[in-house]
């Protein structure tokens, strides 16, 4: 089992960037695929990026492709969005999660966190 605390949402203007950290708990972190999903105001939760086991291999939404990086850092047991050139399409709370695969991830993840609330004003 993995607990997941996000941390680093806020407000920021369009056009600007944010980085968001996301650290998780457990000795097997390095075990499972991780990733971002965001849910804005009247929206389901939608995947917006995801990173393997050994960091080699990311995915994004297209709707953040080029924009938002992915990356982890299994020594520490985190997991990081750099997110520039936002949009206010972007609004939303942003959830870290966990699962044991790649499918799982994107599609319903196994593991979720609280999730940290990211505003990006026009």
């Known amino acids: 089992q993995v607990q997941l605390v996000e941390s680093g949402g806020g407000l920021v203007q369009a056009g600007g960037s944010l980085s968001l950290s996301c650290a998780a708990s457990?000795?097997?972190?390095?075990?499972?695929?991780v990733g971002w999903f965001r849910q804005a105001p009247g929206k389901e939760r939608e995947f917006v990026a995801a990173i393997r086991r050994n960091g080699d291999v990311t995915y994004y939404a297209d709707s953040v492709k080029g924009r938002f990086t992915i990356s982890r850092d299994n020594a520490k047991n985190t997991v990081s969005l750099q997110m520039n050139s936002l949009k206010p399409e972007d609004t939303a709370v942003y959830y870290c999660t966990a699962s044991g695969s790649y499918t799982a991830t994107r599609n319903h993840p196994d593991y979720w966190g609280q999730g940290t609330q990211v505003t990006v004003s026009s």
């Open positions: 457990g000795r097997t972190f390095s075990s499972y695929v």
